[in-house]
């Protein structure tokens, strides 16, 4: 069974940082894509920013110079550092974990999902 465990949201003032973090069990964390959306109130679930399993990655143009997207297979944990949040930011992140090899923009692609951590960004 695998799991995913989302963690590190919260409310931070417009301009300010967070890290989440997403721990993956049940599988081989090494050999999986993973991916991080958010979804606002209202909203679809939308792609943020994903990793392959040799560490390519890919941005969504509204977060591409302030997100990073990474990943330590050693702890089994993708993260995502958020820099200059901004208001429209405002969502719950999602990691999602794929057992191929690209990145996929789409989330009925993903195979699992975590719980969801809420970020609020206040202006």
């Known amino acids: 069974q695998v799991q995913l465990v989302e963690s590190g949201g919260g409310l931070v003032q417009a301009g300010g940082s967070l890290r989440l973090s997403c721990v993956v069990s049940?599988?081989?964390?090494?050999?999986?894509?993973m991916g991080w959306f958010r979804q606002a109130p209202g909203k679809g679930r939308e792609f943020v920013a994903g990793?392959?399993?040799?560490?390519?990655?890919y941005y969504a143009d509204s977060v591409k110079g302030r997100f990073t997207i990474s990943r330590d297979n050693a702890k089994n944990t993708v993260y995502l550092q958020m820099n200059s949040l901004r208001p429209e930011d405002t969502a719950v992140y999602y990691c999602?974990?794929?057992?191929?090899?690209?990145?996929?923009?789409?989330?009925?692609?993903?195979?699992?999902w975590g719980q969801g951590t809420q970020v609020t960004v206040s202006s």
């Open positions: 999602a974990a794929d057992e191929g090899r690209v990145i996929f923009i789409t989330p009925h692609q993903y195979d699992y």
């Open positions: 049940g599988r081989t964390f090494s050999s999986m894509s």
């Open positions: 990793i392959t399993r040799i560490f390519g990655t």
